[in-house]
């Protein structure tokens, strides 16, 4: 069922601001899985190798991703520093925005506008990815094979399929550069193998002589200074709010509590697919329905008289599944 008009404009600006923080959990799917291990025998091998060698490249390059009809250029930068990484992800269309992470913080600037402290550059859940999967347990749930070679932004790549065995995720075709190991290509696939969305690599540069992103950091540390809305990370005290019988492979990985909105956040992930599920109290009118953006995933509806909103690249099914087994203590 659709989402009811009524409540379609709310949902579109709710949604906007979701999408964008599923779509850094996507890209730090593409972006950070780094390794510097090169001929690896078989599919587990690369991810295995990627996520003990995440952190140890600089680099820097354009990309592209599109997700429907839409598309989007943008320009990054990463590096590391010390024992931190530092990242500056920039629009190089429509709508000029940048996103800055450093050590502590990462920062939102718009023209014209003071820099935003997202979130806290060491929350997990923001910037979860393949260096954080357990590579054996992900066999459980996908199938991985090496499928062959191809070429991206003028490199060799090889070719990894990683294959959903129900229909609760969506799959993966991964091209990643046959000399370092990193992703230039990211393609998402849907239940039925249909292309949902990707991401790759246009231009790309490795190693030595990467831009500097040390001066960019006055309007990280600008942000940095701006409080966060308080939060509550202790999901065993913090929350009424419990899970039983979630998807099969999908664990709860964060919870946050914005005190102003009197919003609950739960992240729940089965190391490669992410879902979002907001409680917060009810709207009027109530947003109740389905509906669906590029690769991402929106369910809403009223449980124990809350809104309840969920929000990621998986399948509907899964929305549902999440959101059945929400229960509340008494």
């Known amino acids: ?36 291990m090169v001929g690896a025998a078989d599919p587990l091998d690369w991810l295995k190798r990627m996520q003990q060698a995440a952190h140890q490249l600089d680099y820097e390059g354009r990309f592209v991703c599109q997700t429907g009809t839409r598309m989007e250029s943008l320009y990054i930068v990463h590096r590391v520093h010390g024992e931190h990484e530092l990242e500056r992800l920039v629009t190089l269309d429509g709508k000029p925005r940048e996103v800055i992470r450093g050590h502590a913080a990462i920062a939102l600037i718009r023209p014209g506008r003071n820099p935003m402290n997202l979130a806290e550059a060491s929350d997990p859940a923001v ?40 229909h609760l995720r969506y799959g993966h075709r991964l091209h990643l550069d046959q000399t370092t190991a990193l992703p230039l290509k990211s393609i998402l696939l849907d239940t039925q193998g249909r292309r949902l969305s990707q991401s790759l690599f246009v231009e790309l540069k490795i190693g030595e002589n990467i831009t500097p992103i040390e001066h960019d950091l006055s309007a990280l540390a600008q942000a940095d200074s701006l409080s966060l809305q308080p939060t509550r990370l202790d999901t065993q005290t913090a929350t ?89 203590h008494d």
Request: net charge positive; charged share 15%.
């Open 1 to 36: 069922m659709p989402i009811n008009k009524s409540s379609a404009k709310t949902l579109t600006v709710r949604s906007d601001l979701l999408w964008s923080y599923v779509r850094s959990l996507a890209l730090g799917l593409v972006l950070l899985g780094i390794t510097q």
């Open 127 to 166: 910037w979860r990815s393949l260096r954080h999967l357990n590579a054996t347990q992900l066999t459980q749930y996908y199938q991985m094979t090496l499928a062959g070679t191809g070429r991206v932004a003028g490199r060799s790549t090889q070719i990894i399929d990683i294959i959903p065995k129900d």
């Open 240 to 328: 009424q709010w419990f899970f039983d019988g979630l998807p099969n492979g999908y664990q709860q990985i964060s919870y946050r509590y914005h005190v102003q909105h009197q919003r609950e956040h739960f992240i729940f992930s089965d190391g490669l697919s992410a879902v979002s599920l907001y409680i917060e109290p009810p709207t009027q009118p109530a947003l109740t329905g389905h509906a669906n953006m590029g690769a991402t995933r929106t369910l809403a509806l009223r449980k124990y008289a809350q809104q309840i909103l969920l929000v990621g690249e998986a399948p509907v099914l899964t929305l549902h599944k999440l959101a059945e087994a929400l229960r509340r």
